[in-house]
């Protein structure tokens, strides 16, 4: 449904709306799962890297493990920046294909590596996997889930992240057991877990369209109605009752092959200097926090509080389950409540509960139990205020320049190079999303 306007290139879509409209049905499902297991393998990685089963082979100090998960954040932002200018070229689909495919190389060649150097190219090369996945499918989760759902489910999958994690400290907790598995075979066999899981979801993916929003913004105006038919019908198989679209709800879109990036700094810190300087404090500080704990966490339990690699799954179980649970039951609250009171609530519990810990640390009056409920408690709300930061980054800038911010939002990233989702990539200025 399209009708050309007095304006050259531009036409009037009911694409937005008429994905907007429809009722969640096992095809939203099925996008969650599919594209949302980004969170579950980046959160798995990172895991098996904090829990550094490798550096008792290697003979890697405490800074050479940290270098090592920089190295992987590189990786991270690198593909990020990369993939994510390749994705509104191409588009959402091929990219979410070949991304996935990098970081299987990446994750399971570091499980065979002969040396340290081989270890740390290879953690670069899965960190440009998760980066480019991330800018592809942050953008397409964006795009086909309806907007009265997308807060919520943002900020849902963000937080399965954390169930990557804690399947990453339950394997290793029998990957790291010396009395299952030698030193030099252990960790190695955790690295293959996330190819295997990816692996699996190739599969799915496949039956993923490719965005409509995207085909429309390039210019393919019936490809984009033709997908919307497809999902309808879908849709409508699985049982979902789709209400007439509202005609009035048509949007003028340009069509655009690329956005420069001069444009992007422009509406940054020309246009909205405020909103990008609130976007960038929020991901600098969840960064910090997360970077500063997530990294440092085994280290603490094994250095501070005596315990081996493989008791440090058992502590880090709880914690992990803690950061996936907050988005879960506080994620609907941003719907419900608004953005600006919860990203407020979240922040300050977080840091008051973790103020008080690093007071009760500093007097020596935690145990390695009470320091991870502490860690718990803290992150139940830190994790749910840190998912809405890419939330709301997402939100408060002009939808055309939507494609380019999963991008500079992954210069911040949450424990593992975690860029936001990001909406349509090149929407007319005349379209605007609306500030939280």
Known sequence: MTSTTDNPGKVMSLVPARMD???WTRFHWSIIVGL????VLDGLEIQIVASNGFSEE??????QVGALGTTYLVGQVVGALVFGRLSDK???????????IIYLVGSGLAGLSPAVWFLFAMRFVAGLGIGGEYAAINSAIDE??????RGRVDIAINGTYWGGAALGAATNFFFLNHDIFAVNVGWRLAFFIGPVLGILIIFLRRNIPESPRWLMTHGRQKEAEA???DIEGRVTREGGVIEPVDERLAMEVKATDSIP???ILHVLFRQYPKRTLVG?????TQSFLYNAIFFTYALVLTNFYHLNSSNVQFYFFPFAIGNLVGPLVLGPLFDSIGRRKMIFSTYVIAGVVLAVSAALFSADLLTATTQTIFWCVAFFFASAGASSAYLTVSEIFPSRSGARRSRTSSLWPRSSARSHRSSTASWSATAPTAAP
């Open 90 to 100: 191409l588009g959402r689909r091929k990219l979410f294909i070949l991304t996935l």
């Open 36 to 39: 949302g297991i980004s969170w």
């Open 261 to 263: 990036f001069r444009t």
């Open 280 to 284: 960038a404090t929020m991901m600098i």
């Open 58 to 63: 290697f003979h890697m100090s405490s800074g």
């Open 21 to 23: 409209r429809l009722p």
């Open 144 to 149: 086909l889930i309806p907007a009265k759902y």
């Open 227 to 229: 997908t919307v038919d």
